[in-house]
């Protein structure tokens, strides 16, 4: 009987399948272990070896907690809506569900092929209508709440209306718009329903709002931070732009505080939680206003160090501050529409990491100090952004190094005071005295006081005199949610007198409609734009065609999509419940499943996915509708699997390509190739890279003196641009999923980035194959009943231990290393008893289980390996019950002798001397003494 993969992998697979063996059940008896991947976006390039890598580590733990006794829920799924199939779309003409739908099924298939024990009965899908009737589900119940701050929870907006209706909102805490104005009950009671709704928008959890966007003309729609880099798309790298639009926000913001507690509680690594608090960014310090001179209008500063308040030079708003456009004088109004315009064309995140790039232009116009009544120069900035605080800043020269640097930059021109060209080191450590040094000679009523008497009393004063308060401030903005998309969850909204009403639940889902143009329209209408059947009608509750809005009974429905993280920030309710057709999840599966136990993704999710997912399951905890406050008990981010780059030398300005180790003096340009043209001894296959791309065709290659063409190598991140791809079926096709899901987890530790080396796969195949040859060769099956011997159970219960060491600490490169030593090992011994070998299958299953099935049942087992026992270490057998003592003559050692360890040293002198060895050693003389160390050492003098 030889290994053969292929056919049981695919063997094992189909049983999986039939028998439905990972299904798991809601409510068991045993304990639960819920276990999430984050789910794949299907892109039509299929994975790649570097993608199965999080999959293959949680499906070990999976499998070793089913092991273990546990009621393991591992699904899958698919984030399936999203701007690549639109784009793929919009180039194609193929409608986005027809490439999603394929690209679902390619992924399956892969999937399957490497052996995943997910329970694919709780399949979810983002992009259909059973999965997003529930997102625009959450969305109306979001819209329908409040953050009440004095219970510092959301609270169904009725709560708010009672409020309204008995004491107006003068004693209202809540997360709400700025300036909204004071009223009593009686004048709530006599506001028109218009105004009421109005009113209420401001306080909503989801809401309507002029917001300053990420705008990418090439796409046709809105981008979120972390689809912007350098100022370009992340997709097809077009120009983005800030512009303002009304769009949909959730207010994240009103979670700010919760969601930094809330990384205490949770085990996530350091790294990640510092992203989420550098993002929430918590500040302490005080709200400080500022008049602004000769106009009817006020700037709001949040500042850290309002004891710095006397330092105060100049001030500098975004570009994009609703005052700009107000303030700036007519003598600078062109300066500051052209720095306006400009600066839209640089994202936020670039603005915020260039710190070395200093541009600004004076409005002209002039503030008032506080306390000192003298002018206070007002400038823009981009290095200050609207979203961020008030986005205005104090500009302190003496005390902040990037205020220091703008001021040092315009030192002389219009609306720049004359300044000492120093930077005042002492008061941004805290100490106030009265150096030399941007007209810090005199801090008034702060002079002489240290930092911690000085904050509390520049408060207190700004306070007296109505110009500011103490305030903490979060760098963390409320979340854009509107996307200017067709592949995209529709927002269950319709629109009276402008104003947004939600469709009732039972009505759900408003289905995505049918249009011929995925493009935004004409008049730059998102794509839904384009439908010609997307109205409301308010009394047979259905979508109906435009032409029949009368704004009477049948009004138009929104027409942006909601964006790519919605449907994934709730995805893992789902999956307690995935057929439920009537709610998100059932109470009691909530209540069974609690939260994940165990999430395992890549870490380019810190800042968005995780924070958000956070968000909507504190917001569902609030409302009653979850039973935990956070969603991931636990996070891991697995590294990256790099790929091994081939590099042909092109002699610059030719189509010779010279081969790596005649470069010499020519001058290259290096191209990737294509790594299937490269062989494991980095020869290019040169009819196939000729073959491989038309410009290339004639090319002349200078080779090495054996002939052949040797590439380079780099490591680098794998893609298809870079041609460095490995397709995992075709390691599977050769060596089996099984040999694939070890070595990935060979190639180094799960956290960190690995280079892919197939070179190295053989080894991984030829354990394998030494491991069945402890079960079966050429004949049959060789398993023997027989007692084994002492180190036959050494072996194994050294390998029970370090495996579930292994597998508890998520070191799943070093349990491989353990197989291939127990293996050889068992191998030297000729062990083939069943009372090791059982153990080991069970011990392997998790990592490699097909080959761990039919080694199972080549014992003669009837049932899946997949809920045996886990192996329980044993100690005992790896106490030492002998010792093989060298036995040295004057220092020198002449032969071994094992004795057991509980002799005496009067035992041991006697049988040592009674050995013939030694009397050959004497040649029949005394010894003149016998050191003996028992368990350690025997030494004669002789």
């Not at 949680?58 to 089913?66: Q, T």
């Not at 360890?901 to 009067?906: E, F, G, N, P, R």
Request: with cysteine; proline share 5%.
């Amino acid at each position: 009987m030889k290994y053969n993969p292929n056919e049981i992998e695919a063997k094992w697979q189909k049983y999986w399948s039939d028998n439905q063996t990972f299904q798991a059940v809601n409510n068991a008896a045993k304990p639960k272990y819920y276990i999430l991947d984050m789910f794949p976006y299907p892109s039509g390039a299929g994975l790649h070896v570097g993608h199965p890598l999080g999959y293959i580590a949680s499906d070990i733990y999976s499998r070793y907690k089913r092991h273990q006794g546990f009621n393991v829920l591992h699904p899958q799924g698919y984030d399936s809506f999203g701007l690549p199939a639109e784009q793929y779309a919009i180039q194609t003409g193929q409608h986005p569900a027809i490439t999603t739908e394929t690209n679902i099924n390619r992924y399956r298939e892969q999937l399957d092929k490497l052996g995943f024990s997910f329970d694919w009965s709780r399949e979810v899908r983002t992009s259909t209508p059973e999965y997003y009737k529930h997102t625009q589900w959450i969305f109306i119940e979001l819209f329908n709440s409040w953050y009440n701050k004095d219970t510092d929870k959301a609270e169904n907006i009725s709560t708010l209306v009672a409020l309204f209706e008995q004491n107006g909102n003068a004693n209202v805490h809540a997360v709400a718009d700025d300036n909204i104005p004071v009223f009593t009950a009686a004048q709530w009671q006599a506001y028109t329903a218009d105004e009421k709704e109005s009113i209420l928008l401001k306080y909503r959890l989801t809401y309507l709002a002029e917001t300053e966007v990420n705008w990418c003309p090439a796409l046709g729609t809105v981008l979120a931070n972390d689809e912007i880099i350098n100022g370009l798309s992340e997709r097809g790298g077009h120009p983005v732009i800030r512009k303002k639009m009304t769009q949909w926000s959730m207010r994240i913001s009103a979670y700010a505080e919760r969601l930094l507690q809330g990384l205490e509680t949770i085990d996530w690594s350091e790294s990640i939680k510092e992203s989420q608090r550098n993002w929430i960014g918590k500040s302490v310090g005080a709200s400080v206003t500022f008049k602004v001179k000769d106009a009817d209008a006020e700037i709001e500063v949040f500042t850290t160090r309002p004891d710095t308040i006397f330092g105060v030079n100049f001030m500098t708003l975004a570009p994009e501050h609703e005052l700009v456009a107000q303030l700036t004088t007519a003598e600078q109004k062109d300066a500051v529409q052209a720095y306006v315009t400009a600066t839209a064309k640089r994202s936020e995140r670039e603005r915020m990491t260039d710190v070395k790039t200093i541009t600004g232009v004076f409005t002209g116009a002039y503030a008032e100090h506080p306390f000192t009544k003298q002018p206070v120069a007002i400038w823009i900035g981009d290095y200050v952004l609207a979203g961020y605080g008030t986005g205005a800043v104090m500009a302190v020269p003496c005390g902040d190094e990037r205020d220091y640097a703008f001021a040092k930059h315009f030192a002389g021109q219009k609306g720049m005071p004359e300044i000492v060209n120093i930077f005042n080191q002492d008061i941004s450590e805290g100490a106030y005295t009265e150096k030399d040094g941007f007209e810090l000679i005199n801090s008034d009523f702060l002079n002489g006081l240290d930092y911690k008497a000085a904050l509390p009393k520049a408060i207190e004063a700004l306070e007296q005199i109505g110009q500011g308060k103490a305030k903490v401030n979060y760098r963390l903005r409320d979340a854009v949610f509107s996307r200017q998309r067709y592949w995209g969850e529709p927002f269950p909204v319709y629109y009276v007198n402008g104003l947004p009403k939600m469709i009732d639940p039972k009505h759900l889902p408003i289905v995505l409609p049918e249009v011929e143009k995925y493009l935004p329209t004409e008049d730059g209408q998102p794509p839904l734009g384009n439908a010609s059947v997307w109205a409301w009608n308010t009394e047979t509750n259905q979508v109906v065609a435009n032409t029949e809005i009368n704004n009477k009974t049948i009004f138009p429905l929104e027409l942006n999509t909601m964006p790519g993280w919605a449907g994934s920030s709730w995805y893992w309710l789902r999956y307690m419940d995935a057929q439920n057709e009537t709610e998100f999840a059932n109470p009691d599966a909530i209540a069974y499943w609690e939260n994940v136990d165990l999430y395992i993704g890549g870490n380019e999710h810190a800042t968005g996915h995780l924070l958000y997912s956070r968000f909507w399951n504190k917001f569902l905890k609030d409302r009653g509708f979850v039973a935990a406050e956070e969603p991931f008990k636990k996070l891991i981010n697995q590294g990256m699997i790099l790929g091994t780059s081939a590099l042909v030398y092109r002699i610059e300005g030719t189509n010779t390509f010279v081969s790596k180790g005649k470069i010499g003096d020519h001058k290259v340009q290096p191209i990737h190739a294509d790594v299937a043209l490269v062989n494991a001894s980095s020869e290019l296959d040169i009819e196939g890279f000729k073959a491989w791309r038309p410009d290339f065709a004639n090319a002349e290659f200078i080779l090495e003196d054996s002939g052949k063409y040797i590439v380079g190598h780099e490591v680098e991140k794998m893609s298809k641009s870079k041609f460095n791809v490995v397709n995992p079926d075709d390691i599977a096709n050769e060596f089996g999923a099984d040999t694939l899901r070890l070595y990935e987890m060979f190639l180094g530790p799960l956290e960190q980035a690995k280079p892919w080396n197939t070179a190295g796969i053989t080894g991984v195949f030829g354990f394998l194959k030494k491991l069945w040859k402890l079960y079966a060769d050429d004949n049959g099956i060789v398993i023997t009943d027989e007692e084994p011997t002492k180190e036959m159970y050494k072996t194994l219960h050294k390998t029970i231990k370090k495996v579930t060491e292994d597998i508890e600490n998520f070191s799943f490169n070093t349990s491989v290393s353990q197989f291939m030593i127990c293996v050889n090992e068992l191998a030297q011994q000729k062990c083939h008893h069943r009372a090791i070998l059982e153990p080991l299958a069970i011990l392997v299953s998790p990592y490699a289980p097909h080959i761990a099935e039919e080694l199972w049942s080549m014992l003669g087992h009837q049932e899946s390996i997949a809920y045996a026992a886990f192996p329980k270490f044993d100690a005992s057998y790896l106490v030492e019950s002998e010792k093989e003592y060298p036995v040295s003559f004057n220092g020198k050692m002449r032969f071994t002798i094992t004795l057991p360890l509980d002799l005496s040293v009067q035992e041991i002198e006697k049988i040592v001397m009674a050995d013939e060895r030694t009397q050959a050693q004497l040649q029949g003389r005394e010894p003149k003494k016998v050191i003996i160390v028992p368990g350690k050492i025997i030494n004669i003098a002789g």
